[in-house]
């Protein structure tokens, strides 16, 4: 046996080695293994493939386009071990040709199924590994079930990989899939997306709800493939990341691959205009209210219709209703229902969703994320309204919403002067939430568009947190001289402060030259005596000629101290 990097599912791969090891000591057996789509069936096969040792592998697919087509899955199976057929029974061996087609059709299907099993026999030990099991047409799922309820030859075993809708089948073992607990949620992250921030892990775990290929392809579309993880703006839109449920920021579902969209797409688009438009205003919405989703598509299609999408949409198994709740039944399908509708549609569904609000009171700051998500164009009364939610985010120290509402408010802003402002206060509450790559980004939209030296050294100071936090403290610290250079006549006391702060930062990178230009700058600069900063001036000077190697400054240890927490 080799070891599996298979994150998680101790107790399932226990149980798929316990078969292989049986399978060794000439055992057999079958499992179905079951769950829904990127639940890690596929996986599991393969942890079963790349484990076993010294058996014969067989491997089928069940293909969609091909469950019409008798026998198509049991052509694939057994196609490299045709050449035994001489072996079999005379009139099984007529039986397997004919269902091939190598042959006249016989039609006997107990004889399909028993030839089977005598091939597998005689070609062991194997494993037959078949994956999307509910896709199998129906005659060789018949006659690969007759085969595994029979298993009395030795060294032969079936694992099936199938999903929660494929029937039930009497006689067979199953093993249940569900999704990962968050520390093997976490770990796979960590492991395939090593540059996600923290927030951003966390709100990939929370709407992944374990599913491993949720995990994986949430990150994907994160851009995590940048080493500096600058992909984070790809998640979540303009309503950034981090945004907590609660904050009054609904979380649009976070975007899949278009394979994997194509995949829970389709069941969606054969269901009838009113059931989608209903499923699109749940994705719109992330509470999970079910009263709000209901008289939002009441708007459209009236009460009696609306209600009747709603049963549509429960009994396609597309969404749960427990109480006043509704929920999708896969993260995975609220990606896209949302993602996969065209942007006009999704405007009116936030817009219908800001209707029904109106009476909500406790909800205003919702309202007005939903209006802001409806809107098209510049809206200077949306964007005054969000700029308001983004202020009082940042008193709760929600700092993601915060930045998100400001960035979304800049966007709605026709004003560039008012614009820059907003970028660069969404540019700062982003640095304040650890989302370094969107605050770079924030603070270099703000810049063209500002005119204000108080305002460009907050941007500088923006870009120099970012540099620092990614490991370049002598950059960070330049970026802070050259600030401090340009508002020295206009602004000494901020000057000062950013001289001061950028000595701190030269120490960290050892720069003893950059550090002691830096404070000669500092100290012809004329610091007001009300402004409190003196001690952080001569903290920040000795700490330069300290590490210059001249430590006789005498500058007392309990400034220093207090320097510190500045």
Same mark, same amino acid.
């Given at each position: 046996?080799?070891?599996?990097?298979?994150?998680?599912?101790?107790?399932?791969?226990?149980?798929?080695?316990?078969?292989?090891?049986?399978?060794?000591?000439?055992?057999?057996?079958?499992?179905?293994?079951?769950?829904?789509?990127?639940?890690?069936?596929?996986?599991?096969?393969?942890?079963?493939?790349?484990?076993?040792?010294?058996?014969?592998?067989?491997?089928?697919?069940?293909?969609?386009?091909?469950?019409?087509?008798?026998? *198509?899955?049991?052509?694939?199976?057994?196609?490299?071990?045709?050449?035994?057929?001489?072996?079999?029974?005379?009139?099984?061996?007529? *039986?397997?040709?004919?269902?091939?087609?190598?042959?006249?059709?016989?039609?006997?299907?107990?004889?399909?199924?028993?030839?089977?099993? $005598?091939?597998?026999?005689?070609?062991?030990?194997?494993?037959?590994?078949?994956?999307?099991?509910?896709?199998?047409?129906?005659?060789?799922?018949?006659?690969?079930?007759?085969?595994?309820?029979?298993?009395?030859?030795?060294?032969?075993?079936?694992?099936?990989?199938?999903?929660?809708?494929?029937?039930?089948?009497?006689?067979?073992?199953?093993?249940?899939?569900?999704?990962?607990?968050?520390?093997?949620?976490?770990?796979?992250?960590?492991?395939?997306?090593?540059?996600?921030?923290?927030?951003?892990?966390?709100?990939?775990?929370?709407?992944?709800?374990?599913?491993?290929?949720?995990?994986?392809?949430?990150?994907?579309?994160?851009?995590?493939?940048?080493?500096?993880?600058?992909? *984070?703006?790809?998640?979540?839109?303009?309503?950034?990341?981090?945004?907590?449920?609660?904050?009054?920021?609904?979380?649009?579902?976070?975007?899949?691959?278009?394979?994997?969209?194509? $995949?829970?797409?389709?069941?969606?688009?054969?269901?009838?205009?009113?059931?989608?438009?209903?499923?699109?205003?749940?994705?719109?919405?992330?509470?999970?209210?079910?009263?709000?989703?209901?008289?939002?598509?009441?708007?459209?299609?009236?009460?009696?219709?609306?209600?009747?999408?709603?049963?549509?949409?429960?009994?396609?198994?597309?969404?749960?209703?427990?109480?006043?709740?509704?929920?999708?039944?896969?993260?995975?399908?609220?990606?896209?229902?949302?993602?996969?509708?065209?942007? $006009?549609?999704?405007?009116?569904?936030?817009?219908?969703?800001?209707?029904?609000?109106?009476?909500?009171?406790?909800?205003?700051?919702?309202?007005?994320?939903?209006?802001?998500?409806?809107?098209?164009?510049?809206?200077?009364?949306?964007?005054?309204?969000?700029?308001?939610?983004?202020?009082?985010?940042?008193?709760?120290?929600?700092?993601?919403?915060?930045?998100?509402?400001?960035?979304?408010?800049?966007?709605? $802003?026709?004003?560039?002067?008012?614009?820059?402002?907003?970028?660069?206060?969404?540019?700062?509450?982003?640095?304040?939430?650890?989302?370094?790559?969107?605050?770079?980004?924030?603070?270099?939209?703000?810049?063209?568009?500002?005119?204000?030296?108080?305002?460009?050294?907050?941007?500088?100071?923006?870009?120099?947190?970012?540099?620092?936090?990614?490991?370049?403290?002598?950059?960070?610290?330049?970026?802070?001289?050259?600030?401090?250079?340009?508002?020295?006549?206009?602004?000494?006391?901020?000057?000062?402060?950013?001289?001061?702060?950028?000595?701190?930062?030269?120490?960290?990178?050892?720069?003893?030259?950059?550090?002691?230009?830096?404070?000669?700058?500092?100290?012809?600069?004329?610091?007001?005596?009300?402004?409190?900063?003196?001690?952080?001036?001569?903290?920040?000077? *000795?700490?330069?000629?300290?590490?210059?190697?001249?430590?006789?400054?005498?500058?007392?240890?309990?400034?220093?101290?207090?320097?510190?927490?500045?």
């Amino acid at each position: 046996m080799r070891g599996s990097s298979l994150t998680g599912r101790v107790r399932e791969r226990q149980v798929v080695d316990g078969l292989l090891a049986g399978m060794a000591d000439g055992g057999s057996g079958a499992l179905i293994i079951r769950g829904g789509p990127g639940i890690g069936k596929t996986a599991l096969l393969e942890h079963a493939r790349d484990t076993a040792q010294d058996v014969r592998l067989l491997w089928a697919n069940g293909v969609e386009s091909e469950a019409e087509l008798p026998f *198509a899955g049991l052509h694939q199976l057994l196609q490299p071990v045709m050449h035994r057929l001489k072996e079999l029974p005379r009139t099984q061996a007529a *039986a397997l040709r004919g269902a091939m087609g190598l042959g006249p059709a016989t039609g006997d299907r107990f004889l399909v199924g028993l030839a089977v099993l $005598t091939l597998l026999a005689g070609s062991g030990p194997v494993l037959c590994l078949i994956d999307d099991a509910q896709w199998l047409d129906r005659s060789s799922a018949d006659a690969l079930i007759f085969a595994s309820r029979r298993l009395t030859v030795r060294g032969v075993v079936l694992l099936f990989a199938a999903r929660d809708d494929w029937p039930a089948l009497a006689g067979l073992d199953e093993l249940p899939l569900t999704g990962l607990d968050p520390a093997a949620a976490e770990a796979l992250l960590r492991e395939r997306a090593p540059g996600l921030t923290p927030q951003l892990r966390e709100r990939i775990m929370s709407e992944a709800l374990g599913n491993p290929l949720a995990l994986i392809e949430f990150a994907k579309t994160a851009g995590v493939a940048d080493p500096q993880g600058f992909g *984070a703006r790809g998640l979540g839109g303009s309503q950034g990341l981090s945004a907590r449920q609660g904050s009054g920021a609904p979380q649009a579902p976070l975007p899949v691959t278009r394979k994997l969209h194509e $995949t829970f797409h389709r069941q969606v688009d054969a269901l009838p205009e009113a059931v989608q438009r209903l499923l699109l205003l749940a994705a719109a919405d992330d509470t999970g209210d079910l009263e709000l989703v209901l008289r939002a598509a009441e708007l459209a299609d009236g009460q009696a219709e609306a209600e009747q999408a709603l049963e549509s949409a429960e009994t396609a198994g597309l969404i749960r209703i427990d109480g006043g709740l509704l929920a999708f039944r896969h993260p995975l399908v609220r990606s896209a229902v949302y993602q996969g509708a065209p942007f $006009t549609r999704r405007c009116a569904a936030h817009r219908a969703l800001a209707d029904v609000l109106l009476t909500y009171g406790e909800s205003a700051d919702r309202r007005v994320w939903h209006l802001a998500l409806a809107a098209t164009r510049s809206d200077d009364a949306i964007g005054a309204a969000l700029e308001g939610v983004a202020h009082r985010a940042g008193g709760r120290t929600g700092y993601a919403t915060a930045a998100a509402a400001y960035e979304r408010a800049a966007h709605l $802003t026709a004003d560039r002067r008012q614009r820059g402002l907003r970028f660069s206060y969404a540019a700062e509450a982003a640095v304040q939430s650890g989302q370094l790559g969107q605050a770079r980004d924030l603070a270099r939209r703000a810049e063209p568009l500002t005119h204000d030296p108080a305002r460009l050294a907050g941007l500088a100071r923006v870009r120099a947190a970012v540099e620092f936090e990614l490991g370049f403290p002598s950059d960070a610290g330049e970026v802070l001289v050259k600030s401090a250079e340009s508002i020295e006549r206009t602004d000494p006391e901020r000057a000062a402060l950013m001289l001061a702060h950028s000595i701190r930062t030269f120490s960290f990178s050892g720069d003893a030259g950059r550090a002691h230009d830096a404070a000669e700058r500092l100290s012809h600069i004329d610091v007001p005596p009300g402004s409190g900063l003196t001690p952080l001036v001569r903290a920040m000077r *000795a700490m330069a000629d300290l590490l210059a190697g001249r430590g006789g400054v005498g500058t007392p240890i309990h400034e220093l101290i207090a320097a510190a927490h500045h």
